[in-house]
Structures are given as structure tokens and as C-alpha cells.
């Protein structure tokens, strides 16, 4: 027997009516690369309808991916609506990613037109001409002092939407479960793999944002994603700031410490979220800043260090809150809260749960597969892989037919974390199987980088292994083999790495070897390399 309610999809355009109806009073203010600009969520509404019918002047077909190279702004958040709630695919693309990176990605979501933010037009046009499939790119001027190429396919974000009158129809997609982003993670080895959100996938996710033991984001906080918004949606802030009606502070490409720190005083700014590096950049500038309006600062997409979130407690009176998610997983999954169990701990071992990422929110279930492949107890030290289900978890990744390695065959997302899981629920990270290297909030491939090395000829074998860094979370280390008689020096392999790969890939530190250790199969014995790094070499400055 069927339940007799009604079936109104789960879709965006609900998200918009919202906001629309009920908080275009709020406010939404951009950083810009010439100061700042200020607009009400009516005025955002009122542009997303004319982006709305300026995409379907561009003949942009239902479906088609909307590519984004953009800078947490006010015009990203008027494609964040008019994308999707007119059933086209928003796809963020993240500019810092290695050059090569970006031309596949581009090439394989067959984005059919680009937003690129002005001052990122350096960086994307003199890939533009290897990009098969965008027939327009459509400028959006943030006020940096970037000329415009001279080319047909260049069309300016304003002019476009001077040229249409706006869209005066209810936004609508009947189906919750079609596709409404594109983000694509190099979190796994191989090329990027895209991970396609639906409607559905998002609304729930911006609804779960707002629980009060998730981040009670409610519509009296000032919201401020610092994380990027082609990084998984900005977390999801900015949806959740919608349905609630939070006015939204985004910096826009004023990324520098003192500039985001002046943001986050002078709008008093309540809730704000950034990967570990972020915060470790503005801990010095606490002190000389007036932060008292912040209640909660989310640390996420890599551990908390505790050092670090004693300073905040001290400074500013709050710790850093933990949150722990993929891109794959929407993607907060698990978030800590002070429950009643901890009451009676003293403020330090409070902090630690604050800092910890903390119980899976509702709706994902979380469980850890030992390594004979069944589930371990929840008793917080027996390690397994961390393995995720829920609504807003991927089912597969873009172009795979059925679902790949890294989904189990009941359907469960394998993280390619390790953890433990205590009694009440409280997840640890305490490693990583996927062999990857995550810097500063990206990823370093370890296996690519190696081959990189082991390109020098002068080079017999290569490991390279992720090791804790005070500033940027993690660095790789590389373990070399050099041929005997080469007299190979540490600066002969980053010289060497300098015409091969990015150059916030190549390690800092280079560490000589007779052999790597291998194990039975014959593979680099990565965990027993990081054991030894651990006992030889103390984490560096
Ligand atoms: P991404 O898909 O780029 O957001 O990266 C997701 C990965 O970042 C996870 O699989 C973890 O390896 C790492 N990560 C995210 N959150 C945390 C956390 N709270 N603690 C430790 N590692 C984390």
C-alpha cells in the first residue's frame, strides 16, 4: 500500500522560490578584485531569471554541463540556481588543478559553454584552444585588470543579460532524481572521476546542513563558504544559506589571510567554513581582529590540529569544529557535537571531540570493514575501512556503467579512509589507502609523481609517501633509489620535477635510500615507509 501525500519533487527550483518568496530582503556581498559589492537576494533572484533566459539565448540544451571557473561570488551563486532549476547541469571546475587535469575534465563532462571569472582568464584561456566542446565563454569581470581576447566565442556576463528580459515562469524539474551538478575529484587515482549530483542529492544535503546538530545554520547567521565554490559546492553553505535566508558573505578572489579576516569582521560574520590551511594562515592575524560575532568555524577536508584550535579558543573564544566528507559524499557526512555523554569531560577533551569529525548525520550510514572483510565493533580502536550509504552518497562515478572499485557490491561508497568508530558513533581518521597526497585541501597523486621521478634516468626506484605539515596538512616525501655512480643529489631531483609536474607537487624533502620496502606481492610497502618516516624524522617546519 502507497502512502496517499503528495509528490513534489526534491528538487532546486524549491530552494529559489524560497528565497525568492520569503528573504529578498537578506543580503549577499561579493569581494571583488576592486573593492566589494552588496546585493539583496532579490536582486540575485531577479539576475538568476535573466541568466535563466540568457542561457537559453546561448541555445544551451536541457542537460547540457554549464561549465564554471569562478571565484566564490555573487554571479556564482545566480549559476548555482539558474543551472540547475532550468534542468541544465552546473559543473564547477577547480582552476588550480595541473593544466592537464583541467583540459580532460573539461573535455570529458562535454561542457558546452564556460563562466570564467575575469581575473581567472589567464589561466583558462590559453587552454581554451584545446577545449573541444565549450561554443562560448562567457566573462564575468571581477575587476581585475585582465584584457579580453579578441575572439568570437569571448561574450560578456553583464551584456548577456542586458541583451534578455527575464524569465517570469516558475522554475520546475519534475523529476528529484536529474542531474543538477558536476564536481570532479583527482581524489582518486587514475584520471579525475566525476561525481554527478542530483536534485534530490542537494536538497537533502542543504536540509541536513541546517539541522542543529549538524551546523544549525538558521536565517540569522552570516554565512561565509570560504571553501571554494567549485570545491563539492562550496560544502553546500550556499544552498543551505538559501533555504534559510542567512545573508551570505563570499570574498570573491580576496583569498589572501588579512583580507578574508577583514571580511569576516567587518559582516559579522557567524558561520564560516575552510580546510586547515585557511585557518592556519589567519592564526596570527587573530589577535589584532574583532571576531566576536563568529559561534561556529568549520575545519574540514582534513584533520583538526589541536594546537591550532587552542589558539582560536583562546583568541576568539571558539574551537575549530571537525567535519569530515568527500566530494562522493555531497559532502558532509559526519559532523561533531558536544553530546550529553560529554558533559562532564574537561574543556580540553572537549575540544578533542569538537576537533574529531565527530557522528555520520542522518540519513548516511557509516560502517568499518576490517581487514578479513566483515564489519568491526564500534569500539573506537579497531581500524577498517570507513564505507558510506545514504541519499546524498554517490551510487558511480560519470561515464562508468555500473558502479566501479570503488563501490562494494552492496552499493556502499569505500572511502579508501581508515577508521575507528567508538561506542557512540564518533568516527577517527587515523589513515588512508588511496595512495594520494592531500596539500593545502588538493590532492598530490603519489603514484604519478613517482613516475615523474623514476623518468629521470639517473633514478633506479621511487616512493613517495604523505607526511604531516604543520602549514599545509600534508607534503610528499620522496624516497629514491639513485643508480649507483650517478651521484644523484636532492636538488637534481626537483630540478629534474620542475619540467614534469605542477610545482606545488615536487617534495621539499628527498630522502635517499638502498631499496624501498616492497611487500609480499611485490608493491611499495607505502604504510611501512610511513612508519619509518614517523620514527626517523620528527614532522617538519
Ligand atoms: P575531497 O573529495 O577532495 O573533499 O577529499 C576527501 C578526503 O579528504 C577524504 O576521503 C579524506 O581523506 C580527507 N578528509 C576529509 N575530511 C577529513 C577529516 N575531517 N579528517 C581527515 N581527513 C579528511
Not at 65 to 71: A, N
Not at 221 to 230: E, Y
Not at 376 to 393: C, K, N, R
Not at 517 to 536: E, M, N
Request: with cysteine; proline share 7%; glycine share 8%.
Amino acid at each position: 500500500m502507497y502512502g496517499l501525500m503528495q509528490e513534489h519533487a526534491l528538487a532546486l527550483p524549491l530552494v529559489f522560490r524560497r528565497v525568492e518568496q520569503y528573504f529578498g530582503h537578506k543580503r549577499v556581498v561579493t569581494g571583488r578584485v576592486d573593492g566589494e559589492s552588496a546585493v539583496t537576494w532579490a536582486d540575485v533572484c531577479a539576475r538568476t531569471r535573466r541568466l535563466a533566459a540568457a542561457l537559453d539565448r546561448l541555445g544551451v540544451p536541457s542537460g547540457a554541463r554549464v561549465g564554471t571557473f569562478g571565484w566564490n561570488s555573487q554571479r556564482h551563486v545566480e549559476l548555482y540556481l539558474a543551472v540547475p532549476c532550468t534542468g541544465r547541469v552546473l559543473h564547477t571546475i577547480n582552476h588550480r588543478l595541473f593544466h592537464e587535469q583541467i583540459r580532460y575534465i573539461v573535455d570529458d563532462a562535454a561542457d558546452d559553454v564556460l563562466f570564467v571569472d575575469r581575473s581567472l582568464l589567464p589561466t583558462v584561456w590559453p587552454l581554451a584552444e584545446s577545449f573541444r566542446s565549450p561554443r562560448h565563454v562567457v566573462v564575468m569581470d571581477d575587476g581585475a585588470d585582465v584584457p579580453l581576447p579578441d575572439d568570437p566565442r569571448i561574450v560578456g556576463y553583464e551584456t548577456l543579460l542586458a541583451e534578455v528580459s527575464l524569465f517570469d515562469g516558475e522554475f520546475s524539474i519534475a523529476d528529484e532524481n536529474t542531474a543538477a551538478a558536476l564536481c570532479y575529484t583527482s581524489g582518486t587515482t587514475g584520471n579525475p572521476k566525476g561525481v554527478l549530483y542530483s536534485h534530490r542529492s542537494m536538497v537533502l544535503h542543504a536540509l541536513l546542513l541546517l539541522m542543529t546538530d549538524t551546523f544549525g545554520i538558521s536565517e540569522r547567521d552570516v554565512v561565509m563558504p570560504v571553501v571554494p565554490m567549485f570545491h563539492v559546492n562550496a560544502w553546500g553553505f550556499p544552498y543551505a544559506a538559501m533555504l534559510c535566508g542567512a545573508d551570505l558573505v563570499l570574498p570573491g578572489p580576496a583569498m589572501r589571510p588579512a583580507e578574508l579576516i577583514t571580511q569576516m569582521e567587518r559582516h559579522r560574520v557567524t558561520f564560516t567554513g575552510a580546510v586547515p590551511t585557511v585557518w592556519r594562515g589567519l592564526e596570527p592575524l587573530l589577535a589584532d581582529h574583532d571576531l566576536s560575532s563568529l559561534r561556529m568555524i568549520v575545519c574540514g577536508g582534513g584533520a583538526v590540529d589541536d594546537a591550532l584550535s587552542r589558539s582560536y579558543q583562546q583568541a576568539i573564544g571558539i574551537p575549530l569544529t571537525n567535519a569530515w566528507g568527500m566530494t562522493e559524499t555531497s559532502p558532509v557526512v559526519t559532523v561533531p557535537r558536544l553530546a550529553t555523554v560529554h558533559d562532564d569531560l574537561d574543556p580540553d577533551a572537549q575540544r578533542a571531540v569538537i576537533g574529531s569529525p565527530g557522528l555520520a548525520v542522518p540519513l548516511t550510514e557509516l560502517r568499518v570493514i576490517g581487514e578479513d572483510g566483515t564489519e568491526v565493533a564500534w569500539d573506537g580502536s579497531t581500524p577498517g575501512e570507513l564505507q558510506a550509504a545514504g541519499p546524498t552518497i554517490a551510487a558511480r562515478y560519470v561515464g562508468e556503467e555500473r558502479p566501479g572499485p570503488a563501490f562494494t557490491d552492496d552499493g556502499w561508497l569505500r572511502t579508501g579512509d581508515v577508521a575507528t568508530i567508538d561506542g557512540h558513533g564518533y568516527v577517527r581518521i587515523v589513515d588512508r589507502t588511496k595512495d594520494l597526497v592531500k596539500s593545502g585541501g588538493e590532492w598530490i597523486p603519489s603514484v604519478e609523481l613517482e613516475g615523474a621521478i623514476m623518468a629521470d634516468p639517473r633514478v633506479a626506484e621511487a616512493a613517495v609517501i604523505g607526511v604531516e605539515h604543520p602549514r599545509w596538512g600534508e607534503r610528499p616525501v620522496a624516497y629514491v633509489v639513485p643508480k649507483p655512480g650517478t651521484g644523484l643529489t636532492a636538488d637534481d631531483v626537483r630540478e629534474h620535477l620542475t619540467s614534469h609536474v605542477a610545482r606545488w607537487w615536487i617534495p621539499e624533502q628527498v630522502i635517499f635510500i638502498s631499496e624501498i620496502p616492497k611487500t609480499a606481492t611485490g608493491k611499495f610497502a607505502k604504510r611501512q615507509l610511513r612508519l619509518q618516516h614517523r620514527q626517523d624524522i620528527p614532522p617538519e617546519e
